[in-house]
């Protein structure tokens, strides 16, 4: 079947966790597919993993720095070049790192804000405009509960997610009031057993941070399988969901805690 005759997705972050599982549930689905990393060799594995799984969907891998605006916009073009198309865009790279705020250097939280918050614009401003010539589209953007609910020693993390919830928003409130034909999903997930944590730092002396980093990890290990967020997120998808919560019953619980905050303020 001609590539452009088939559905494509892009999704961002691939190599690995999230993005490796939503792009083999699109796999196991038929949907082509353009996957874009900054990591080789899990990029690599990735496509090998869907070759067994589904050959005869056309995977695309891209390497590409998402911090830099023109490989973000050479990757939409390419994609369209090739695939003649773009329904979903998935955007699921991010990175985490954790110390006390006013510690961490520029350098640090720009790197975080590039990977977790500004690559998701520059994809909206490279892929939009393709996707309203094709006239359809859906950009789905992975963000956290912690774009909801604030936590200690990850500020860098927090103000993206927090960013990335509230620019979802306004996407999805731009398309709707233009009446554009293109669709707009966030995911806040809890606890998903991938690398995340991997590159967290010690911070020797550092009770309160270690100790976060600690439990982190342990939650985190303990967390929901890649495969069943995947599974979660193309239904969402499916039902055309603007709010996707793979972890419902933690948001519930801690909305209840703050609205007893509030309640006695």
């Not at 599982?21 to 594995?45: E, H, K, S």
């Not at 390497?63 to 695939?83: G, K, M, N």
Request: with cysteine; charged share 20%; net charge negative.
């Amino acid at each position: 079947m001609p590539l452009h005759s088939t559905p494509c997705a892009v999704v961002t972050g691939a190599a690995s966790g999230i993005g490796r599982a939503i792009a083999t549930a699109f796999a196991a689905r038929g949907v082509n597919l353009l996957l874009a990393d900054i990591d080789r060799a899990a990029l690599d594995d990735t496509v090998r993993q869907l070759a067994e799984i589904a050959p005869e969907v056309h995977v695309t891998p891209v390497i590409a720095d998402l911090c830099r605006p023109d490989q973000v916009a050479a990757l939409a073009s390419r994609t369209f070049e090739e695939f003649g198309r773009v329904d979903w865009l998935v955007n699921c790279a991010g990175m985490l790192l954790s110390g006390r705020s006013w510690e961490l250097d520029e350098q640090q939280w720009t790197r975080l804000m590039d990977v977790n918050l500004w690559s998701v614009v520059r994809a909206a401003r490279a892929f939009v405009p393709r996707m309203l010539q094709q006239g359809h589209g859906h950009i789905v953007n992975i963000a956290s509960l912690a774009g909801m609910l604030p936590a200690p020693w990850l500020a860098p993390y927090t103000v993206s997610k927090h960013g990335l919830v509230a620019y979802s928003e306004t996407l999805q409130q731009e398309f709707q009031a233009l009446s554009l034909p293109l669709r707009v999903s966030v995911v806040l997930p809890g606890p998903v057993d991938t690398g995340i944590c991997r590159h967290i730092e010690t911070h020797g002396g550092d009770a309160a941070v270690d100790g976060t980093n600690t439990y982190l990890r342990g939650m985190i290990a303990e967390g929901m399988a890649p495969d069943e967020l995947a599974r979660i997120v193309l239904a969402g998808i499916d039902q055309k969901q603007f709010w996707i919560f793979p972890h419902a019953d933690m948001l519930k619980a801690a909305l209840r805690q703050r609205h007893d905050m509030l309640q006695g303020a």
